[in-house]
């Protein structure tokens, strides 16, 4: 099959091509626009190419290939793209309660922004923008996030004003509370008076019990503390939401033990129940009860140092109790041999 022009490029795509959703739906659009418009601009055009050479393996099938079919003509007019629609724009409205992002297509910006929970951004589809209510954290990831995406971002006054404040802070190393070793003392950088009456009991050191109790309060512990740290529990100790290897999961029970662990909840239903009635038998045989999480028989509140072993990637969060010591993430790395 010979193609003539860029239209019949993108009817062979939709009808003979196993294409992603998002790019199904760019064509569809872009047929769309074009018979309404009679025109196709310079932005789609590119987008299009970029989206033709994702599926240069399957084109090869047909024997087409790359090089001729970015080439082929259009049948419309090509105008120039306007900075308002390939340039991203981030506005904070004049009443300061409403941010509104403005982005080209960009499949993995999208894909970045709908997979996270960092955000309360809903997508507005008659006006083709993103928009939620203004805090500090929705401002900075719209910020962080579009930047990894795009060349061109426009903020308006506000927001230029807002991001013009911080620039003192630019050389700052530590946002979040951190144990630091420097000059011969451990201290925590950028504590909050609230959490510092929180710590009162606690002496800082770098063992591991402190290490673990310093993480259950949110605090990240920094290279320059864990380095003074020899004990072999040490990584383990300083991360609340450690990742264990599946195949590794019964060497942790004497890290548990060593922390002075009294109660796992298992969360991730009925699945690897062989490997967990084991590891169940075995955290008995050391005093540490074990549960299933959603159990209502049990209060976490009564453990001294409760932990969750998650059994799967992602959690149903509803069901897993709160203010526990650590959550342990098991991942199962080994190849799959296929016989």
Not at 92 to 107: L, N, Q, S, W
Not at 203 to 217: F, K
Not at 305 to 334: G, H, M, N, Q, W
Request: net charge negative; glycine share 2%.
């Amino acid at each position: 099959m010979e193609l003539q022009t860029s239209e019949h490029l993108i009817y062979f795509m939709k009808h003979n091509l196993r294409l992603s959703r998002y790019d199904q739906r760019f064509l569809e659009n872009l047929e769309i626009l074009i018979l309404h418009e009679n025109r196709v601009t310079t932005n789609q055009v590119t987008l299009l190419h970029k989206i033709v050479n994702t599926y240069h393996r399957q084109f090869i099938k047909y024997d087409m290939f790359i090089e001729a079919l970015v080439k082929l003509p259009w049948n419309v007019p090509l105008v120039t793209s306007s900075p308002e629609y390939v340039d991203t724009y981030i506005t904070i409205e004049a009443a300061g309660d409403v941010i509104t992002c403005k982005t080209p297509y960009h499949r993995a910006f999208i894909q970045t922004f709908s997979k996270s929970t960092e955000h309360s951004f809903k997508w507005d589809n008659d006006a083709k923008i993103y928009s939620t209510s203004f805090s500090t954290g929705n401002l900075k990831f719209i910020v962080d996030t579009t930047k990894k995406h795009f060349n061109n971002i426009h903020l308006c006054p506000i927001t230029t004003h807002l991001l013009a404040e911080l620039c003192e802070f630019e050389d700052v190393k530590y946002w979040t509370p951190t144990l630091v070793y420097s000059n011969g003392l451990l201290f925590i950088a950028a504590i909050n008076e609230a959490l510092y009456n929180a710590l009162s009991h606690i002496e800082l050191a770098v063992d591991p019990i402190t290490l673990s109790e310093l993480v259950r309060y949110g605090i990240t512990i920094d290279k320059s503390a864990l380095e003074r740290c020899t004990d072999a529990i040490a990584s383990f100790a300083s991360l609340y939401s450690p990742v264990v290897e599946l195949s590794e999961v019964q060497d942790i029970v004497p890290w548990l033990q060593q922390l002075k662990c009294d109660c796992v909840y298992f969360s991730g239903g009925p699945i690897l129940t062989t490997g967990k009635a084991a590891l169940r038998k075995l955290l008995h045989s050391v005093d540490i009860a074990c549960h299933e999480v959603g159990d209502p028989k049990t209060a976490v509140g009564s453990y001294f140092f409760p932990v969750i072993l998650r059994f799967r990637a992602v959690s149903d969060l509803s069901y897993e109790p709160y203010k526990v010591a650590k959550v342990i993430k098991l991942v199962d790395s080994r190849p799959i041999t296929i016989r």
